[in-house]
């Protein structure tokens, strides 16, 4: 279950004037620039990867939050937005080339349940390809990033600053083919592809609302 975040939908548009600063459009460029085939963005946000990809690429990409939703659909392009949930994902199996995930696996409540989700609906041998915050190694940053979840994620949408994403990966069947920490490994971007279907049954809700073409 998901909730409206106007305020952080706001905040997070504003804040999307600094990626460049911080190498964030960069590391988007590498993310999506060179995807080709059936792709699916999960968890879009308010669109900042949509530009990026390839003409050769038929995207489609899925955001729950409408203020989000508005966003993303100025920046669309030839994307097909879609309102939907990564838990829950409106899409037969086997039915994408590659999957996307973008600093969204640390807020959707079940990380689990959309792992599962997101390996269902990839093609055998598809691939995630991911860019995500996680949790911190050493004491201290793990400490500080327990200490912030309470009020930050209360703050961001439900981000939790401190989730082991990358924990998750293997046991909803997704095996690490290549990954790159950024500095002090608070974050990271890779690769890893679907080796096995899903545990999670498929999707008993389909009701999905196509926004734009
Ligand atoms: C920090 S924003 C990131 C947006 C975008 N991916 C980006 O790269 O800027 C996190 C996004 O995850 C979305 N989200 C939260 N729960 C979700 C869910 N269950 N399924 C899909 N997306 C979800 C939020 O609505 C929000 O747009």
Redesign the pocket.
């Known amino acids: 279950m ?1 909730h409206e ?1 106007p305020a952080f ?1 706001w905040a ?1 548009e504003a804040m ?1 004037r600094w990626e460049p600063l911080f190498g964030l459009d960069r590391e ?1 460029r590498a993310l999506v620039g060179r995807l080709g085939g059936r792709v699916l ?9 949509l530009a990026h990809y390839a003409p050769t690429s038929k995207v489609v990409a ?4 409408p203020h ?1 939703m508005r966003l993303a659909q100025a920046r669309a392009g030839r994307a097909l937005l879609v309102r ?4 829950e994902l409106p899409f037969a199996s086997g039915s994408f080339d590659t999957v996307v ?4 696996l ?5 990380p689990d349940r ?1 792992l599962g989700e997101i390996c269902r609906v990839l093609r055998p041998g598809g691939m995630l390809h991911f ?1 995500e915050h996680i949790r911190a190694r050493g004491a201290l940053l793990t400490a500080l990033q327990d200490a912030l979840d309470p009020v930050w994620s209360r703050l ?4 939790h600053p401190n989730r082991a994403t990358l924990d998750l990966f293997e046991r909803q069947g997704l095996h690490i083919e290549s990954m790159r920490l950024g500095r002090l490994g608070l974050f990271v971007r890779g690769v890893a592809q679907a080796v096995k279907p899903t545990r999670y049954a498929e999707p008993s809700r389909w009701a999905t609302e196509a926004v734009s073409r």
């Open positions: 998901w975040h939908t997070y999307g988007r963005e999960v968890g879009a946000g308010n669109g900042r990867n899925i955001e729950p939050e989000m939907g949930d990564a838990e995930a973008c600093l969204v640390c807020t959707i409540p079940s959309a860019l961001c949408g439900g981000c």
